[in-house]
């Protein structure tokens, strides 16, 4: 193991097992995983889902956890209002562990855990006021204070006015809409997302996103969100853990994961969102300059440890020649500039290696791929 992603996974344990001794720095943790562990009883005999899992979810960010199909990340998510029963290991929410509460503690915890899903799971046959309404009958709520309750929420969603509409009358972003009032009836402390965005196209997709960051500033909710998409965590989660085989390979700030993945796993995750060298340029580069009129061909990092944006300016004058920018670009993630440039200098009166050089000064990794005509 690497010592960045061994840094990136070292969480001081607690001084024993009394959640009041927890270590100072755990204190403010809205839900906290020690040694948490989940095994199901399969055909074939146990399958452990999480091995021990130690991780601390301050209040008021939006952490993901993201991994390949069969991760662990639904079973992960579930445990936090208890619709998983952990096997081993223990689950803390405001360092209160909630492995043994009965039934009536559970009802009430589950008041404070709002949840939405990948598929909605909406009644077809109640409207979209009913929809919303449901979770508020059911605790015995009066009527007026019902009304009230599903009126703001449906304005917060931006679905006032098809509150008499059914779910087969809504599109998958409308519906997805409902599902997130629904989950904020009962003002809830945590809102969990188990791969909300997943069955809806693009554009929807970023409408959900937008809507749950306003709903994260506005309410001051803990958002814990699952998924197997990169995107998604980039445009709106603070900090992210990789999960793979059920345990924790890499976790920190999103810009930090995604500026410098350091497990194999979270690369795989990452390689859509990057751009890959274009086979037409692959199948033209050579190791050596074939020609007078070869160009250098760099490739640049910026993996965000620099806040700001390259000088692109001052770059290409220390290049010398002739500088043109084949492919890439640099996004802000959280504050840090994070992206990839790939150059093509010709014409310069520097060496291949002094280029390199120069050109990491501005870079995080500046790498010579060869040569092109």
Not at 85 to 105: A, H, M, N, T
Not at 122 to 129: E, G, N, P
Not at 146 to 173: D, I, T
Not at 191 to 205: F, G, I, K, V
Request: charged share 20%; proline share 4%; glycine share 10%.
């Amino acid at each position: 193991m690497s010592a960045a992603i061994q840094r990136r996974l070292e969480i001081p344990e607690p001084h024993n097992a009394d959640h009041t001794e927890l270590h100072p720095q755990l204190n403010r943790a809205h839900v906290r995983f020690i040694g948490l562990g989940k095994t199901y009883n399969g055909q074939q005999g146990p399958v452990a889902a999480l091995h021990g899992i130690d991780l601390a979810i301050q209040r008021g960010e939006v952490f993901g956890i993201i991994g390949r199909s069969g991760a662990g990340k639904s079973s992960l998510i579930r445990t936090i209002n208890r619709l998983e029963q952990p096997s081993s290991g223990r689950v803390l929410i405001d360092q209160v562990d909630i492995g043994e509460f009965d039934e009536d503690r559970l009802v009430a915890l589950r008041r404070r855990i709002g949840m939405i899903f990948q598929h909605f799971n909406l009644m077809s046959a109640k409207t979209v006021w009913q929809n919303v309404e449901l979770p508020l009958k059911v605790a015995g709520v009066p009527k007026d204070k019902r009304e009230q309750k599903v009126r703001e929420l449906l304005e917060l969603v931006g679905l006032q006015a098809k509150h008499k509409a059914y779910p087969a009358q809504l599109s998958g972003g409308q519906k997805q809409r409902v599902g997130i009032a629904r989950a904020l009836v009962h003002d809830p402390e945590i809102l969990l997302c188990d791969e909300a965005t997943s069955a809806l196209d693009p554009e929807t997709t970023q409408s959900i996103l937008g809507l749950l960051r306003e709903i994260n500033k506005r309410l001051g909710l803990t958002i814990v969100l699952i998924t197997h998409e990169m995107a998604v965590i980039r445009e709106i989660c603070d900090r992210v853990v990789v999960l793979e085989h059920g345990r924790i390979v890499e976790q920190g700030p999103v810009w930090e994961v995604f500026g410098n993945p350091q497990h194999e796993v979270s690369k795989t995750l990452l390689a859509p969102l990057q751009h890959a060298l274009p086979e037409e340029l692959q199948s033209r580069l050579q190791a050596q300059p074939q020609s007078t009129d070869a160009a250098l061909v760099l490739r640049l990092q910026f993996s965000g440890s620099a806040t700001d944006e390259p000088d692109l300016a001052a770059l290409f004058a220390a290049l010398g020649g002739r500088v043109r920018l084949l492919q890439g670009g640099v996004e802000r993630i959280q504050g840090h500039a994070l992206g990839q440039l790939l150059l093509a200098v010709s014409g310069s009166a520097l060496g291949a290696a002094e280029l390199r050089q120069r050109a990491g000064k501005w870079a995080q990794q500046a790498e010579v791929l060869g040569y092109v005509v």
